[in-house]
């Protein structure tokens, strides 16, 4: 009976072993310490860091029209509008013809140029970088977030541990009320924490360019390698956002300029340019 009883529990052992990642995964110790790392990491630093940055913020941009730009193939047919606020993403400020007022990155993984040439700007721009803890090449060095006329948020992007291994099978989709006290949530593209802020701002308009949400392509003059991932992933997430900013900020006009994977979600407006190239 004892040898008996010692090889069932051997074998018991033996599963409990092989199986580690599995059973934390059952009975939620995974999602309960990437919940502890988040708070500790990311919420209660952002708690901190986000009142020193973004209440002067609040209702900057009210009664003007706020122009987003992402770096989607789409940002090409984009000619420059004039008297309104431009806010860029990443390498978007690579475009010689806009003058941005703002500019939002997360990564800094083989954006050296990138840096570059945000600190050899001729004009006044606000930079805001990122906290980004989903990869360790991700995260943009301390002396750089210590140069004059740089912004510092934290993000809680998307994450395997607790949203599944894709986006599309997160749980909820939740944007912040208040920026200035949590973190900016990002789904897997800086774009939802520029537009975020730019509710913040309480423009009367803004318009979304170069989001094109499909296939892994960037901008003529803006491409830096293949998109890893199929950016029809954001799609779902620029719904909740289309959610969220409704029921907040109603009287904020919201609209997409030469919209592919967003088509229908906003407002869609076309450029002659565009609309000559479909033709």
């Known amino acids: 009976m004892n040898k008996l009883i010692k090889k069932k529990m051997d074998a018991l052992w033996e599963f409990l072993e092989n199986n580690q990642t599995r ?12 919940r502890l790392t988040l708070m500790t990491d990311i919420y209660v630093p952002a708690m901190v860091q986000h009142q020193k940055v973004f209440p002067k913020y609040r209702g900057i941009n009210r009664g003007k029209t706020v122009v987003i730009t992402g770096t989607g193939p789409t940002f090409e047919y984009y000619k420059p509008m004039k008297d ?3 806010i860029g993403i990443n390498r978007s400020v690579f475009r ?6 703002y500019l939002f990155a997360t990564d800094y993984d083989g954006e050296d140029d990138l840096f570059e040439k945000l600190f050899s700007c001729d004009y006044d721009l606000v930079k805001f970088f990122g906290v980004n803890y989903n990869r360790r090449s991700a995260l943009i060095p301390a002396y750089l977030m210590e140069q004059k006329g ?5 993000v809680e992007g998307f994450h395997p541990g607790i949203y ?12 912040p009320l208040d920026i200035s006290a949590v973190p900016f949530k990002s789904y897997g593209t800086t774009f939802h924490v520029a537009f975020q802020f730019a509710l913040w701002t309480r423009p009367e308009k803004i318009y979304i360019v170069g989001a094109d949400s499909y296939g892994k392509a960037h901008a003529k003059g803006l491409d830096y390698g ?8 954001f799609i779902k997430p620029w719904r909740k956002i289309k959610e969220f900013a409704e029921a907040y900020y109603p009287d904020t006009e ?4 030469n919209p592919v994977g967003l088509k229908g979600i906003f407002k869609d407006e ?4 565009y609309k000559d190239k479909k033709s």
């Open 164 to 175: 599944g291994t894709t986006i599309e099978n997160s749980r909820k989709f939740a944007f």
């Open 96 to 101: 010689e013809d806009i003058q941005y007022d």
């Open 270 to 273: 076309y450029t002659d340019e």
């Open 226 to 233: 293949e998109i890893p991932v199929d950016c029809r992933m």
């Open 254 to 257: 919201i609209i997409s300029l």
């Open 84 to 86: 309104v606020v431009h």
């Open 150 to 154: 740089v912004e510092m948020y934290y």
């Open 23 to 34: 059973i934390r995964h059952l009975i939620g110790t995974d999602v309960i310490m990437d």
